[in-house]
């Protein structure tokens, strides 16, 4: 008959050598990836970003059979059952084969987002500054810093077809709708400042474009908006 302390030396072992099969199959998350490092699409579950309490994650996002975009999605609404509620995509109209296609934190310090043939389908457009580490932040914000943490590079910056609070639509930006529910692909709707730097909202279909919001058949002065 083993002794107690045998018994027990045995249990720690058991749960010390078993650790990192654990964390591999369901307790794995990343706070940050580093220069020279990657997340892959064949570990969608395991090589995630996760904002520091959880509220947003940023991974590979499955689309269509064979098709996965890099994206950005509110956690909480992540369920078997129903697709997550997604904020943002780096690849919506591009995405990328479901074996061996990488987001890869490139040496020039630069994102790249490379499909299974090595054709690169998105990056970054840090071309003067080198990231140093990409972050999630709590604000849904992916964020690409230097050496000093200053940011060289964010997704607020390129917004799809959401606005997330506290994140800024510039005169340089659009928000462009997905063709679809569930359909990710740009749509044919979208918002932007135009050259009198007035907010319009714009049909632009496959036979036709038009402004829809403010009313065009006013002026500027008669919509109110200056």
Do not use: C
């Not at 140093?132 to 810093?145: A, F, H, Y």
């Not at 940011?151 to 510039?170: A, K």
Request: net charge neutral.
């Amino acid at each position: 008959m083993r002794s107690t302390k045998s018994v027990a030396f045995t249990l720690f072992l058991v749960i010390v050598t078993s650790l990192p099969f654990i964390l591999n199959a369901s307790f794995w998350s990343l706070s940050a990836l580093y220069r020279g490092g990657y997340l892959s699409v064949e570990r969608p579950s395991v090589d995630v970003l996760v904002s520091e309490k959880g509220t947003f994650k940023a991974g590979f996002y499955q689309v269509g059979e064979n098709a996965f975009s890099f994206a950005i999605w509110y956690a909480e609404t992540e369920t078997l059952n129903h697709p997550a509620t997604v904020v943002w995509m780096a690849n919506r109209d591009r995405p990328v084969n479901r074996r061996a296609s990488r987001l890869s934190f490139r040496r020039r310090g630069d994102l790249a987002l490379v499909d299974a043939d090595r054709t690169v389908m998105w990056t970054t457009t840090n071309t003067d500054s080198a990231g140093e580490v990409l972050e999630l932040r709590e604000t849904g914000n992916l964020v690409l810093l230097d050496g000093e943490r200053k940011v060289v590079w964010q997704s607020f910056d390129q917004p799809t077809d959401t606005l997330l609070p506290g994140q800024p639509l510039t005169r340089s930006m659009r928000l462009v709708s997905k063709k679809a529910e569930g359909i990710y692909n740009s749509g044919y709707y979208s918002v932007h400042f135009n050259d009198d730097n007035v907010l319009s909202f714009i049909y632009d279909g496959p036979n036709t474009s038009s402004l829809y919001w403010p009313p065009p058949e006013n002026t500027v002065w008669e919509n109110g908006r200056t």
